[in-house]
């Protein structure tokens, strides 16, 4: 079930801590037979299945004294995206600094931050903004301690001099290391 496994344990609490046995030759079977993704099935099989929404957690995405920040658009019509020194507070962010996150989409006023390549040998590939889609696996991010990782690739949210990248994950890499401030 992959990432919505939290689902079936919050339906079933007693199910918690229960031994379910080794799940590594059905992972492998899974690997040979090429098979698609819980995601995939849910969005392609059964989308009448409505998947619980998380609750969005706005705030501002910090790292340092800077904040991310959408930065408008250039002359192409590209949504530009950088950090930004904080201006206003968790409370009351500027909205360029106001970020949801929500059901794995870091948007802002319709746009989301997305990769501009899914594949883990494509370190350093730009972070954009576009108009949000939920099924588009480049938008989709989650929460890992500090980092801010691709759910796709795997690799890191990683601030660059005049840039956002994706990177692989590194515990040392100070550019990885966010902090989210709820709007509380």
């Known amino acids: 079930m992959d990432e919505y496994k939290q689902y079936y344990y919050e339906a079933r609490p007693s199910a918690i801590g229960k031994a379910f046995g080794s799940v590594a ?23 009448e299945l409505t998947v619980p929404v998380k609750e969005a957690l706005p705030g501002i995405i910090k790292q340092g004294v800077n904040c991310l920040e959408s930065q408008g658009q250039n002359t ?23 970020w949801l996150f929500s059901d794995h989409l870091i948007q802002q006023q319709g746009k989301c931050l997305a990769a501009t390549s899914t594949l883990m040998s494509s370190p350093g590939s730009p972070v954009i903004l576009q108009m949000c889609n939920p099924r588009e696996g480049k938008q ?13 690739s795997g690799l890191c949210l990683e601030t660059k001099p005049a840039q956002l990248v994706t990177s692989k994950c590194q515990a040392d890499a100070q550019a990885q290391q966010w902090q989210l401030l709820p709007h509380t």
């Open 76 to 98: 192409a019509g590209d949504f530009l995206l950088g950090m930004g020194i904080r201006r206003g507070s968790a409370k009351n962010p500027q909205p360029a600094q106001a």
């Open 140 to 152: 989709k991010w989650r929460r890992k301690g500090s980092f801010i990782q691709h759910s796709v």
């Open 25 to 47: 030759t059905r992972i492998e079977q899974r690997k040979k037979m090429n098979c698609k993704s819980f995601r995939w099935y849910l969005e392609n099989v059964y989308p």
